[in-house]
């Protein structure tokens, strides 16, 4: 598997990949975090969570465009504040072999 750069491709929205942060917290280290890219209107927002931008038209909260680190095990996914640059797929599950 290959880093794919943002500024090329996007991954498919609301698929988790391997997102590369590499200026974490003001540069002091990088990350690589599960997270997944939402575009405008495709990641509803949270009920418990503030912001966000209103849709009249179907009555929807939505999250705001960008990255959001995905908890397999959490409803809630975290905004990702820090620029992404790079992204890869997912490794496949292991073999049973």
């Not at 698929?15 to 209107?41: D, H, L, M, N």
């Not at 209103?54 to 809630?76: L, R, S």
């Amino acid at each position: 598997m290959e880093w794919v750069k943002c500024s090329y491709q996007m991954p498919p929205p609301g698929v988790p990949v391997i997102a590369y942060v590499p200026t974490y917290s003001g540069g002091e280290y990088s990350r690589r975090i599960r997270a997944a890219y939402a575009p405008p209107k495709t990641l509803e927002l949270h009920i418990d969570a503030e912001g966000g931008d209103y849709d009249e038209e179907t009555d929807t909260y939505w999250c705001e465009e960008g990255w959001y680190e995905q908890n397999e095990y959490e409803e809630c996914h975290w905004r990702v504040s820090d620029e992404v640059t790079h992204w890869m797929p997912l490794p496949p599950e292991p073999s049973n072999g």
